[in-house]
């Protein structure tokens, strides 16, 4: 069965630094998504992504924050200038459109968890 | 904007017993609601979901019910065994990106 993958799965960086988090999402999936979850906390949206541009973002998505799909598979989330508070883990997920009809369920990546020091 | 949210933040049961987990939302434009469980270090998979046009549905030990004019959505799990253990997730959609607007989770604890 396809699964969302992501990578790294674990990613520790400087505050400061700029971070590159990546997801391969499901094969013939058109919606792309991505979340995060501090840890012991609720899970939180960021952005939503269809035909190659931001369809909505949360307040959390903020200039420091970008979104790209550079080729056919990649779908990455850029942090530009991380900060203490950016520590989370960090879970992309796809969802599917056939023939005109949108199927609701998203399919998770099992996330990448951002240490930031 | 959506805001979730979710009760009991932590249930526990006695194994075999029901397990019944409550959410309210505030956008009444709000029209897909899954529920999540998520296993310790895991991803979210999804566990069932209703539209708003639909009161009810169930899936063997699992059902979930919605009640539109109290924007409430509850999740009851029948029967409940050890591998029930895990923090279920509820949200809900308001337009057609579907982004998801998460509760705040509950641990679900079955005793042995």
């Known amino acids: 069965e396809p699964e969302v993958t992501q990578t790294p799965s674990h990613q520790v960086t400087q505050m400061g630094q700029e971070v590159i988090l990546r997801c391969v999402p499901i094969?013939?999936?058109?919606?792309f998504y991505w979340y995060r979850q501090i840890l012991g906390q609720k899970v939180e949206f960021l952005v939503s992504?269809?035909?190659?541009?931001?369809?909505?973002k949360s307040e959390i998505f903020d200039d420091q924050f970008s979104v790209e799909r550079p080729d056919g598979s990649n779908f990455t989330l850029k942090i530009r200038s991380t900060k203490l508070e950016d520590s989370a883990m960090y879970f992309c997920?796809?969802?599917?459109?056939?023939?005109?009809?949108?199927?609701?369920?998203?399919?998770f990546g099992p996330g990448t968890r951002l240490t930031v020091l | 904007g959506e805001n979730v949210e979710q009760h009991p933040s932590t249930l526990s049961v006695q194994e075999g017993d029901s397990a019944v987990i409550k959410c309210t939302y505030s956008?009444?434009?709000?029209?897909?609601f899954p529920w999540y469980k998520q296993e310790l270090g895991k991803r979210p998979q999804l566990i069932i979901d209703?539209?708003?046009n639909v009161g009810e549905k169930k899936d063997q030990r699992i059902a979930v019910t919605l009640n539109k004019t109290a924007k409430h959505f509850s999740l009851h799990i029948t029967e409940t065994q050890p591998e029930d253990s895990a923090v279920y997730f509820c949200?809900?959609?308001?337009?057609?990106?579907?982004?998801?607007?998460w509760g705040a989770g509950t641990k679900l604890i079955i005793k042995p």
């Open positions: 956008d009444s434009a709000s029209n897909y």
């Open positions: 949200a809900a959609s308001y337009n057609s990106n579907y982004q998801l607007i």
């Open positions: 997920a796809s969802r599917n459109q056939q023939r005109g009809v949108s199927y609701n369920e998203q399919f």
């Open positions: 094969s013939n999936h058109l919606y």
């Open positions: 992504f269809y035909n190659n541009e931001i369809s909505e």
């Open positions: 209703i539209r708003s």
